[in-house]
């Protein structure tokens, strides 16, 4: 992997430099891991001037672990620790820059906050800050093949800690226990974690956007709809699925599901490198709106995975831009009817050209409407 993030570090150099900044720094956590590997928290990188450049230095307010659970840094990364607890490795970083001989850094003003900005100006005032943007993310969209197999793995922990729930009794059990179980069972099958908080729904419950579990126990005749991630080595990627529970399907909950399925379906199928973001959101959105359930819906049908559970790009009806191939995704409709419940159907799926066979659906626990 070391060969993987000089790489990274140097297209990010390019970039910054193309831009007048001859540093970087960069601050933002997920865009430290990309570009440094797994890091202590908060940790910070700065990047100086030239390929492969012996300026790039990874600030930590603590050593890295012996054998932290995640993985370990960019061997070839120069490591500093503050001497001082409690200082912040960002405005460390800009002495380091300074003494390097650079006149201008280039930092995350997204990230950043207004105080730490100014401490960076105030501890440095020679040094012209600019801002780097979203420089780093633009990078992560497209993923490499290793980073497509860390997302596989992480969907094949996650349909396997659903499939073992679905083999066991749930009438009766809470929200809260059955959630509380599958991130157990992630970890168990070698996630790292949840790549978010598991949300289960049923009954009343059942289809709404990221509910957060209660008390209520599953009763005979509910949908439970469940939504949940596992996150390996830091990559993170997520599944939902809507079922009955104990009985067969009642002709108002069939009707139901076939929608959103087929608006799923939808899609998915829409899915392929130079495909803009909005006529994805647009084929699924179609199908509900079609129907009769235009209000309420999510704002966004899908949105990017990867070193974050919430990523560029969104598929959404104001998204703007195109998808490449190898971006994964979600494609994730759903139709919540107040008291009564609904339905949800999330897959996580990577952008292929159709010579590969059209994008590859990572999450593959059935969609068919099963009775537990």
């Not at 105030?122 to 980073?147: C, F, H, I, N």
């Not at 809507?242 to 939808?266: E, H, K, N």
């Not at 070193?307 to 190898?326: F, H, N, S, T, V």
Request: net charge negative.
């Amino acid at each position: 992997m070391a060969e993987v993030y000089a790489a990274r570090r140097d297209r990010l150099r390019e970039r910054a430099a193309a831009g007048g900044s001859a540093a970087v720094l960069v601050s933002r956590p997920a865009n430290v891991r990309y570009l440094a590997g797994a890091a202590p928290h908060g940790a910070v990188l700065l990047l100086g001037k030239g390929p492969g450049a012996e300026g790039d230095v990874l600030l930590c307010g603590r050593p890295p672990g012996d054998q932290p659970a995640d993985g370990r840094p960019d061997e070839a990364l120069r490591i500093q620790v503050l001497d001082a607890p409690g200082g912040d490795p960002a405005v460390a970083a800009a002495d380091v820059a300074l003494s390097f001989g650079a006149d201008s850094l280039a930092v995350e003003e997204h990230h950043l906050t207004v105080a730490r900005h100014r401490a960076l100006g105030s501890v440095a005032p020679r040094l012209r800050l600019t801002d780097l943007g979203a420089g780093v993310e633009q990078l992560r969209l497209v993923k490499d093949e290793e980073e497509i197999s860390c997302l596989r793995i992480a969907a094949e922990i996650a349909d396997q800690a659903l499939g073992e729930l679905l083999e066991s009794i749930l009438v009766g059990r809470t929200e809260r226990h059955l959630a509380l179980e599958l991130e157990r069972r992630l970890v168990d099958h070698g996630a790292d974690g949840p790549a978010f908080p598991t949300s289960v729904g049923t009954g009343p419950n059942s289809g709404r956007g990221s509910h957060r579990p209660t008390d209520r126990r599953v009763e005979e005749g509910d949908f439970l709809s469940v939504c949940l991630g596992a996150a390996y080595r830091g990559y993170r990627c997520e599944i939902g699925r809507t079922f009955v529970i104990g009985t067969s399907p009642a002709d108002w909950q069939i009707d139901l599901y076939d929608l959103v399925f087929a608006a799923q379906r939808a899609g998915r199928e829409s899915l392929a490198p130079g495909a803009e973001c909005r006529e994805v959101d647009r084929a699924a959105r179609h199908v509900l709106d079609s129907a009769g359930y235009a209000e309420g819906l999510a704002q966004v049908t899908g949105h990017g995975v990867g070193l974050e559970i919430d990523e560029e790009p969104q598929l959404a009806p104001a998204a703007m831009g195109k998808l490449d191939a190898c971006v994964p995704v979600t494609v994730e409709p759903g139709v919540h009817l107040p008291g009564r419940g609904g339905v949800r159907i999330d897959d996580t799926l990577v952008v292929r050209p159709e010579a590969d066979g059209g994008p590859e659906l990572l999450t593959i626990t059935t969609k068919e409407l099963l009775a537990l």
